[in-house]
Nanobody, 123 residues
Framework: QVQLVESGGGLVQAGGSVRLSCAASGRTSSSYVMGWFRQAPGKERDFVAAIDLSVGTTYYADSVKGRFTISRDNNKDTVYLQMNSLKPEDTAVYYC????????????????WGQGTQVSVSS
C-alpha cells in the first residue's frame, strides 16, 4: 500500500501564499496520478488539482486555475501544491490522494489518501 502525508498548512492572510507538500512512501510504483482535494466544513469534498506522474500532465479545477500549481520533486516521491492569491473561500482541509491509471477528478476513484492539512485564509 501507499502512505501519504500532507504538510505545510496553516493560517494565512487573504492574498498570501502557502505551499503544501505530500510525501509518498510504500508501494508507489503503481501510483500514476496524484491529486489534491479539499473539504470545507459542511461542504462536499472538491477536486483541486491532479498530476499524471508518468507524463507530467496537470489538470485544475476552474476555481483555482491561475492561482494554484501542482508539481513534483525530482525523485517523484513528493508532490506540491503552490497556492497563491489565496481567498477566504479557499479555507478547507486539503487532502492528497493517489491512484493508478489515468487522471480523473472523481474522489471515489482514488485509492490512497493522506490525513489532510488545514489551510485557513483570513480576510
Amino acid at each position: 500500500q501507499v502512505q501519504l502525508v500532507e504538510s505545510g498548512g496553516g493560517l494565512v492572510q487573504a492574498g498570501g501564499s502557502v505551499r503544501l507538500s505530500c510525501a509518498a512512501s510504500g508501494r508507489t510504483s503503481s501510483s500514476y496520478v496524484m491529486g489534491w482535494f479539499r473539504q470545507a466544513p459542511g461542504k462536499e469534498r472538491d477536486f483541486v488539482a491532479a498530476i499524471d506522474l508518468s507524463v507530467g500532465t496537470t489538470y485544475y479545477a476552474d476555481s483555482v486555475k491561475g492561482r494554484f500549481t501542482i508539481s513534483r520533486d525530482n525523485n517523484k516521491d513528493t508532490v506540491y501544491l503552490q497556492m497563491n492569491s489565496l481567498k477566504p473561500e479557499d479555507t478547507a482541509v486539503y487532502y492528497c490522494a493517489t491512484k493508478g491509471g489515468g487522471l480523473v477528478t472523481m474522489s471515489r476513484l482514488y485509492t490512497y489518501w493522506g490525513q489532510g492539512t488545514q489551510v485557513s485564509v483570513s480576510s
